[in-house]
């Protein structure tokens, strides 16, 4: 009996902490817009300036959420929808090509507080897949939903719909003709030892985490996959465990990279263990599974980030698009290898 009893309150008391985080003063996002063989030498302060503008408006939309009470689902909501709205980016407006010419997108997101989670792919018309994500996360019936029936059940929640050439950009369609002529797939990221894709100097798909003043965790990731995919090929974005993951009892994460090899590595679910029952900080974890992603092929990156605000944006690529802000407002981003640095926020419109 009191066997029984003990195993019944540790019960209890695991079912509390997943539904209830300690209030905390402490607040924090951190985003990534992608990571991959980012050379400075290919590219420009122009062009970087374009990139980092672009991290501080998802920055500065997600940390009005955070400073004005929101919850941690709702920022990384709103850090995501701007840069699936920006060019810039693989996510949304500026998605790569399939091999058939459309853009299709995909896109998770988790919440820490009770783990629930929604996830959408190989959307075509869907203005932010992470919206339509989150509409199935609090919908509660089902995790993921596909192309079509992924397309009918946001038209049906109110999400805005627009026309398959609201994502076309003229850069990411050459792109297309480039890998049609060369028959390769390209990525948003070195290829490394994998024959069967070819290196791309673009790079894009996006994610958050957030930490909101009531203790609670989230993550999301959105993506348009790979350019001149064929055969309805979804990489590990809208995988939740491999390219997502939140549980307050340890770490949000998000992750970029080689869709593949994340899935094989279940890398987001894999830094949460690692700081769950190994102990490890946020970076330690981070670095360990990007090590273990290596082993079989795959590079990329992750940010993380726990319940008491400590942080990492770990890579092991040249690059990483970045960024983060505290509660504080003080904002920082960060595109190759070093020290991230200060970046103003812009007013919200």
């Given at each position: 009996m009191r066997v029984l009893l003990f195993a019944l309150v540790c019960c209890l008391m695991t079912n509390h902490t997943l539904a209830a985080a300690p209030a905390t003063a402490v607040t924090r996002l951190v985003i990534h817009g992608g990571a991959g063989t980012l050379d400075p030498a290919r590219s420009s302060p122009r062009i970087d300036a374009g990139y980092e503008q672009a991290l501080a408006a998802a920055l500065a939309a997600g940390h009005a959420v955070l400073a004005g009470g929101g919850s941690s689902v709702d920022a990384v909501v709103a850090a995501i929808a701007v840069m699936e709205d920006s060019p810039l980016f693989n996510a949304g407006r500026g998605a790569v090509f399939s091999h058939e010419g459309h853009n299709e997108l995909d896109a998770s997101i988790m919440d820490g507080a009770n783990r629930a989670a929604g996830a959408v792919a190989a959307v075509r018309t869907i203005r932010n897949p992470v919206r339509a994500a989150t509409a199935?996360?609090?919908?509660?019936?089902?995790?993921?939903?596909?192309?079509?029936?992924?397309?009918?059940?946001?038209?049906?929640?109110?999400?805005?719909?627009?026309?398959?050439?609201?994502?076309?950009?003229?850069?990411?369609?050459?792109?297309?003709?480039?890998?049609?002529?060369?028959?390769?797939?390209?990525?948003?990221?070195?290829?490394?030892?994998?024959?069967?894709?070819?290196?791309?100097?673009?790079?894009?798909?996006?994610?958050?985490?957030?930490?909101?003043?009531?203790?609670?965790?989230?993550?999301?990731?959105?993506?348009?996959?790979?350019?001149?995919?064929?055969?309805?090929?979804?990489?590990?974005?809208?995988?939740?465990?491999?390219?997502?993951?939140?549980?307050?009892?340890?770490?949000?994460v998000s992750a970029t990279g080689t869709g593949e090899m994340f899935i094989r590595?279940?890398?987001?679910?894999?830094?949460?263990?690692?700081?769950?029952?190994a102990g490890m900080s946020p970076a330690q974890a981070a670095d360990a599974t990007l090590a273990e992603v290596a082993e079989i092929g795959g590079d990329g990156g992750l940010i993380v980030l726990d319940a008491h605000g400590d942080f990492a944006m770990r890579f092991n690529t040249r690059g990483m698009y970045r960024g983060t802000v505290g509660s504080d407002g003080r904002a920082r981003v960060g595109i190759y290898g070093g020290e991230e640095k200060p970046v103003r926020l812009p007013a919200l419109r």
């Open positions: 199935v996360m609090r919908d509660g019936v089902h995790v993921m939903l596909l192309g079509a029936g992924a397309e009918e059940f946001a038209r049906a929640q109110g999400l805005e719909i627009v026309d398959p050439s609201w994502f076309r950009t003229e850069e990411r369609w050459r792109q297309l003709q480039k890998a049609r002529a060369a028959q390769r797939v390209l990525r948003d990221h070195d290829a490394g030892p994998v024959a069967a894709y070819a290196p791309d100097d673009k790079r894009g798909t996006v994610g958050a985490v957030a930490l909101d003043r009531h203790g609670n965790l989230a993550a999301g990731t959105s993506t348009g996959g790979l350019t001149n995919k064929r055969w309805g090929r979804i990489g590990d974005s809208p995988v939740i465990g491999a390219g997502t993951w939140a549980d307050n009892r340890t770490v949000a590595s279940a890398a987001a679910h894999q830094v949460a263990a690692l700081v769950g029952l």
